[in-house]
């Protein structure tokens, strides 16, 4: 699925046939606001969508493949681009529709770097990320000394940030693609500006894999979107089979808050090092060799996914035999509940200093010991299911209703439910809302239901045939909102019922 990101002419190229109406409405009133913050029209929109990970939680940082989709919900910037009135820099206007929560800012930026303070947790870190990942690419393409233009943009987000739907490498994509665009690259390339997008993010300061970004640049509408990251990047678009009843992922917000950058330390980031740590030790152990693994794209260059690679070279078992194996080799080689530094460090052939190093010192964390047994586990476990999800929906099912129907959709619904239980009590990233939230669906027709994204807090998401998604919605405000102090802004978003959506995009204005 290579291609460049597509330039729309009517919103009808991006949107569902459902959502038209409401984004009709909200793009008239992003444009006329533009117009009316900046005395004269925009040139152009450029579009990301939020994404929905459908299976395969926590394991793109450890380079396995994921199962995504894009939503409808999404980022917009509205630009347009005036000359510099300085030789020496040029300047960035940004502001946003929502613009009492999010104020205005004005950038006066040198040619050569773009600061980002990410201990400071400040709305337009990420458009800056996306600036500067762009610019890298723009400098490549023309040169050291390229000068970027100015620009003024109105951003209009429906992505709702911290929710788990990926709101940030939704506005990291639409800005790096709305750099590039306005800095004459007309035609972008999708793969450039996802590994851009992936890089761009870390600066941010969460140390994150390459799903959100890929989702949400590579989708296509009424598809999901499987992405692998090895040997190189790669989304191709998956559909699934037409059932009677219909099948939906509804997701539903818990309404608790998990803010990455204050949790990162304890939470999302320590996983990445101690999926790193496992990737480390478990190569020493079980690969007999003090020679490291071969860097790689993962975000500190070890991978469980490499280590996998390197002890299964020149097998001929399949992917599934083999994760069936590291599952029982991990339960084998790491039998503790935890393990201090002073304990991985010799086993690594490193020092602790250097472990501290090559591990902790990019993005802080705080740990005494790291879960590394519980840590492959899932993420072995999580791949495995990954790939038995994807061969459940390209088996042919009957399209008749009835028992092979049923069973189709309880294999979907279990994959999913195990998902859910393995990033509970193994991998520990959901918390009592979200098991709450999976509970009630389940126990009102959902067939799988699961947290999605990073976790500890923010959105489910649950497959429920079209003739139940009532009762689950009906299930959710009885035992769930309406037991929470909810403004009825939430409660109108506290429930979606997404089709795949379309990724990335520029519109021109006319
Ligand atoms: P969200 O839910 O957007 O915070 C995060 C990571 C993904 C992936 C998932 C867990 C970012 C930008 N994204 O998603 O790469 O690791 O968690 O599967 O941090
Ligand atoms: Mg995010």
């Excluded at 004005?106 to 762009?134: C, M, Q």
């Amino acid at each position: 699925m290579v291609g460049t990101v597509p330039v729309a002419k009517s919103l009808e190229d991006i949107y569902t046939e459902d959502a038209l109406p409401t984004q009709r409405a909200r793009w008239d009133q992003l444009l006329s606001q533009f117009k009316a913050n900046y005395s004269h029209p925009a040139h152009f929109v450029s579009r990301s969508p939020g994404r929905v990970n459908i299976i395969g939680e926590h394991i793109d940082y450890s380079l396995y493949s994921v199962l995504p989709m894009a939503i409808t919900a999404d980022v917009l910037l509205a630009v347009s681009t005036f000359e510099n009135s300085s030789p020496t820099s040029y300047k960035i206007k940004v502001s946003n529709v929502q613009a009492v929560k999010f104020p205005t800012h004005e950038f006066d930026l040198p040619f050569d770097a773009v600061d980002i303070d990410a201990s400071v947790h400040e709305w337009t870190n990420y458009f800056k990320s996306g600036l500067r990942g762009a610019l890298e690419l723009l400098r490549k393409k023309h040169g050291a000394d390229f000068k970027p233009k100015s620009m003024e943009i109105l951003m209009d987000g429906t992505v709702p940030a911290g929710g788990g739907l990926s709101s940030s490498a939704a506005f990291v994509s639409a800005s790096a693609l709305a750099v590039l665009y306005a800095n004459g690259y007309a035609s972008v390339d999708k793969t450039e500006l996802t590994e851009l997008a992936i890089v761009s993010e870390r600066a941010v300061g969460v140390n994150s894999g390459g799903m959100d970004q890929s989702a949400s640049v590579f989708s296509t509408r009424g598809s999901a979107l499987f992405v692998s990251f090895v040997p190189s990047l790669t989304a191709k678009t998956i559909q699934f089979p037409k059932t009677d009843p219909e099948l939906n992922f509804v997701i539903a917000q818990s309404f608790v808050t998990s803010n990455k950058h204050v949790t990162g330390p304890v939470c999302y980031n320590l996983r990445v090092v101690e999926c790193s740590l496992a990737a480390a030790y478990l190569h020493a152990v079980l690969n007999k060799t003090s020679s490291p693994l071969p860097k790689d794209a993962s975000p500190l260059g070890i991978s469980l996914q490499g280590f996998h690679d390197t002890y299964f070279k020149g097998s001929n078992k399949s992917i599934e035999e083999q994760l069936e194996e590291l599952i029982e080799l991990t339960k084998k080689t790491l039998t503790q509940d935890g393990y201090p530094r002073e304990e991985i460090a010799p086993i690594i052939h490193l020092t602790v200093p250097e472990l501290n190093e090559r591990f902790t010192s990019a993005f802080p964390i705080r740990a005494e010991k790291f879960k590394l047994r519980q840590r492959a586990l899932h993420v072995f476990s999580e791949a495995l299911r990954v790939l038995q999800f994807l061969s459940t929906l390209q088996s042919p099912i009957s399209q008749a209703p009835g028992s092979s129907t049923e069973a189709f959709n309880k294999k979907l619904g279990d994959l999913m439910n195990a998902t859910q239980d393995s990033c509970r009590d193994v991998y520990e990233c959901s918390c009592p809302e979200l098991d709450e939230l999976c509970t009630i669906a389940r126990n009102a027709g959902s067939y799988g239901s699961r947290l999605t994204g990073a976790g500890w807090g923010g959105c489910s998401v649950h497959l429920v045939p079209t003739d139940r998604v009532e009762s689950v919605k009906a299930a959710w405000e009885k035992d769930y909102y309406s037991k929470r102090n909810l403004t009825v802004e939430q409660k109108d978003a506290a429930v979606v019922v997404s089709k795949p959506g379309s990724g990335s995009a520029v519109f021109i204005v006319q």
